[in-house]
């Protein structure tokens, strides 16, 4: 079994369609993902500039006396 055989041959073909063949299926699909990502961080950020930080989403409920500890 020392030579390539033709399945061998085959299945380095298809290995080398399937990434680099059909118009970029790989180069496009890493595209989609990428785009998925940066709308997932898109939507975790805080775009809420009007509100004060306190109230703004992802902020923990504070006390009153809690506010003024962290204004001294």
Same mark, same amino acid.
């Given at each position: 079994? #020392?030579?390539? /055989?033709?399945?061998?041959?085959?299945?380095?073909v +298809? +290995? +080398?369609?399937?990434?680099?063949? =059909?118009g =970029?299926?790989? /180069?496009?699909l890493? #595209?989609?993902?990428?785009?998925? +990502?940066?709308?997932?961080?898109? #939507?975790?950020?805080?775009?809420? *500039?009007?509100?004060p $930080? *306190?109230? $703004?989403a992802g902020?923990l409920p $504070?006390?009153?006396? *809690?506010?003024?500890?962290l204004?001294?």
């Open positions: 079994m #020392g030579a390539l /055989s033709i399945w061998h041959i085959l299945a380095i +298809v +290995v +080398v369609l399937i990434l680099f063949g =059909g =970029g299926k790989l /180069s496009g890493m #595209g989609d993902a990428a785009k998925g +990502v940066k709308a997932f961080k898109d #939507g975790l950020k805080d775009t809420d *500039e009007d509100k $930080r *306190e109230e $703004r902020a $504070r006390t009153d006396a *809690e506010k003024e500890d204004k001294n």
